[in-house]
């Protein structure tokens, strides 16, 4: 196996390790694997409750409060996490299923036109605003010491990529094959107005207003020249590095750039010609031998040694 190989197998190794919450380096897959992982393990846990005869109370005192975010903002402050597990817990199938579904449509629409659109830091910034309008809302709207439902899911965020797919191109067609197609903004209308619909609460409508304004922040932004996902791309870039086994690292280098089999990574090879020949001896008349270097000595070596002489 040749150097060009080595490498292409380090970089190979390189490039799975940076991106490995990343298929094939596609961030809404990412997305699509960390929504399922987290729906699967609460589904586990809650079947886990149903099948011991527990009360379905128990599962969310004990399990399902600790990732939801919570409508009191006592309870939030103790466990603050919620802000970001909350965005990736579900425990409804159906709606698990429908978001995942719009998470799809609106994703590839805005992955595909536009690379430079950080779509993990969307999806994360619409959950944290869109948290904090629940929390900012549930307080003055509810009272200090209510406790309306935990909020969970990823309908808040996907709203908020939704947004940003919108606002960039609003005229955008899908569907081209029925009568010229839809345009993006009918169809964002659409997904808001059922999103609406199916909140069931003033909470929740707020929710979903921060999300919708976080979209178009994060485009208005964007077409100023301000990327403002790019701090978190580079926290997560470096963050690849803190974790990785230094010492696998070093033994790959060296395999690759210095170990090559029984044979050295480098041999100079001299060229013994007449000329360079005579150059050394007329230096051992005017110098000595012990002048000479380690090189020169060995091509006179050479040269002694060798009838063939250009």
């Known amino acids: 196996m040749g150097e060009s190989d080595r490498y292409s197998d380090l970089k190979k190794r390189v490039t799975v390790s940076r991106n490995i919450f990343s298929p094939e380096g596609n961030a809404l897959l990412s997305l699509f694997f960390i929504n399922i992982s987290f729906f699967l393990v609460l589904a586990f846990l809650k079947l886990g409750f149903t099948v011991s005869n527990y009360a379905p109370s128990l599962f969310e005192n004990n399990i399902l409060q600790w990732m939801a975010l919570p409508g009191n903002s006592s309870h939030f402050w103790s ?158 870039t470096k963050s690849g590095t803190w974790f990785a086994p230094k010492d696998k690292q070093t033994k790959i280098k060296k395999q690759v750039f210095y170990e090559a089999g029984n044979r050295l990574p480098f041999s100079k090879v001299q060229n013994v010609t007449q000329k360079r020949v005579d150059e050394i001896l007329d230096k051992i008349s005017q110098k000595g031998y012990e002048y000479l270097s380690n090189e020169e000595k060995e091509i006179l070596k050479k040269a002694s040694e060798s009838d063939d002489i250009k």
Not at 108 to 131: C, D, F, N, T, W
Not at 156 to 179: C, D, E, G, R, Y
Request: aromatic residues 16%; contains cysteine.
């Open 79 to 236: 466990k603050p996490w919620t802000l970001l597990t909350y965005m990736f817990c579900d425990v409804d199938i159906v709606r698990f299923i429908v978001n995942l579904i719009w998470l799809w449509v609106f994703g590839r629409i805005l992955q595909s036109l536009y690379e430079e659109v950080k779509i993990v830091p969307v999806y994360i910034y619409g959950g944290i605003v869109a948290g904090i309008t629940w929390l900012i809302a549930a307080y003055f709207f509810s009272g200090a010491n209510k406790a309306p439902a935990l909020l969970l899911g990823a309908n808040l965020p996907i709203v908020t990529i939704a947004a940003v797919a919108t606002f960039m191109v609003p005229n955008f067609k899908i569907m081209q094959h029925l009568n010229g197609g839809i345009s993006l903004w009918i169809l964002f209308v659409i997904f808001i107005a059922i999103t609406v619909a199916s909140s069931g609460s003033g909470l929740h409508v707020a929710a979903i207003t921060g999300a919708i304004v976080t979209g178009f922040v994060y485009v208005f932004l964007l077409r100023k020249g301000i990327d403002a996902a790019a701090w978190m791309v580079k926290v997560y």
